[in-house]
């Protein structure tokens, strides 16, 4: 009788549900008593919308983290949602948006962005995206983008930096500016559309008016800073309607976020 308890016992411990291999908690926020962790994602530099219900949303590019868990099933949804939207508090985030009904809370401290959803069978969907600075390995050169233009009409100006959903060229961007104006230096009489590409993640509208004010950037910094004249540059801003590469991933949308110089 011993023999067959044991067995028994050996067998429910071997069929309890484990965490999936190679996923573990967030320092950040402790896991629900009894939930599992079912699926997760980790990636050095990423885009993820805060989709807020009501409020917009928050795009932040960054170090981003998910984790997905299977709650007990003894826990109801209020109850989940009850102690997740507790736990943000206690742990000293900044709520920005927090609804029980839809069972969904965004916080952030600092420049660390968090939400937490319990979806409708009692999962819970934890996204953690930290602000990190964007760096530019490849710095736009003046005779591959006069190749460009001179073969396709268009050319990539790699190099040019913003801040996410922001329309502010950042300081590292002045060595792709400077090739710009080498460009256009070399050929006096080439005039260009300056175009703003964006990926598709978060609403429409507010990509394609961000590509707008972008390129409107570049030519205003282009002209006040640098003396291009006026007549030789128009912007325009594309939005997401002309991707280089697919959206379903970061390496896309990476590529897609750009500014294009156009022969006119």
């Known amino acids: 009788m011993r023999l067959v308890c044991l067995a028994i016992l050996l067998t429910v411990q071997v069929a309890t549900a484990q965490d999936k291999k190679g996923c573990q908690d967030s320092p950040l926020i402790s896991r629900f008593p009894g939930s599992v962790i079912s699926d997760c994602k980790d990636s050095a530099d990423d ?6 219900p009501g409020a917009g949303y928050k795009k932040v590019e960054g170090e981003f983290h998910y984790l997905e868990y299977r709650s007990p099933k ?3 949804n209020a109850q989940l949602a009850r102690n997740l939207g507790a736990a943000l508090r206690t742990a000293g985030y900044t ?8 069972n969904k809370f965004v916080g952030h401290m600092g420049k660390t962005w968090i939400q937490l959803e319990v979806s ?28 460009g233009l001179t073969n396709s009409g268009h050319s990539v100006v790699n190099g040019i930096l ?3 959903g922001k329309a502010d060229i950042k300081p590292e961007s002045a060595p792709a500016l400077e090739e710009v104006v080498k460009l256009l ?12 590409h964006t990926d598709n993640v978060g609403a429409l509208a507010s990509n394609v008016d961000l590509s707008k004010r972008r390129a409107a950037a570049v030519v205003q910094m282009l002209v006040t800073k640098y003396g291009v004249t006026a007549d030789r540059l128009q912007s325009f801003g594309a939005g997401p ?6 959206n379903d991933n970061e390496a896309g949308r990476t590529l897609n976020r750009r500014v294009e110089l156009v022969k006119q």
């Open 95 to 102: 709520m920005v948006y927090e609804s029980q009904g839809q």
């Open 47 to 52: 885009t993820f919308a805060f989709s807020m």
């Open 185 to 196: 230096k070399q050929n006096a009489a080439m005039k260009a559309y300056v175009v703003g």
């Open 74 to 76: 003894t826990a109801s």
């Open 162 to 164: 913003f801040d996410t």
């Open 120 to 147: 409708s069978n009692g999962e819970i969907w934890e996204t953690i995206v930290k602000e990190i600075a964007l760096t530019q390995d490849v710095v736009a050169n003046a005779a591959e983008m006069s190749n």
């Open 241 to 246: 309607y002309a991707p280089l590469s697919s």
